[in-house]
């Protein structure tokens, strides 16, 4: 089988030459819209407590990610932090769902979450 870069050729994406690099700081993004009615937040939860933290930004209309990535490990504290989840999506009229085993996705009142995956045609 033949190699794939000939010998000297830079690997895709790469140039030769001095790398450069783009300065965040001064890059200029857009404002984000203050007329949206509602916002997606993310957030990170390393205890089951911290649920009652989210409470006002679920009652304020966002729609959460929700990554519980640091509680993976003990499986009764995602279960109590899905239940508590639950309870609030219940008490805003929205949805929840689970993207992963460890990353939720909460919606407010008039928002659902289609549960049918959408698939490439690789």
């Known amino acids: 089988m033949p190699p794939l870069l000939k010998k000297g050729q830079p ?19 857009p404002e ?3 007329s949206a009615s509602s916002t997606v937040k993310v957030a990170e939860i390393y205890d089951d407590q911290d649920v009652f933290r989210l409470m006002n930004y679920i009652y304020s209309g ?4 929700i ?3 640091s509680l993976s490990s003990d ?3 995602i279960k109590r932090v899905w ?4 309870e609030a999506a219940g008490d805003v009229n ?10 939720f996705i909460l919606t407010p009142k ?3 979450i289609d549960r049918k995956r959408l698939r490439g045609s690789f």
């Open 62 to 65: 966002n729609i959460l990610l």
């Open 83 to 86: 239940n508590s989840l639950k």
């Open 67 to 69: 990554n519980c990535e």
């Open 110 to 112: 008039g928002i659902s």
């Open 75 to 77: 499986e009764s504290a």
């Open 11 to 29: 690997k895709r994406g790469m140039t030769k030459g001095p790398r450069r690099f783009v300065d965040l700081n001064k890059l200029k993004m």
């Open 94 to 103: 929205g949805d929840l769902a689970a993207l992963t085993k460890d990353f």
């Open 32 to 34: 984000p819209d203050s």
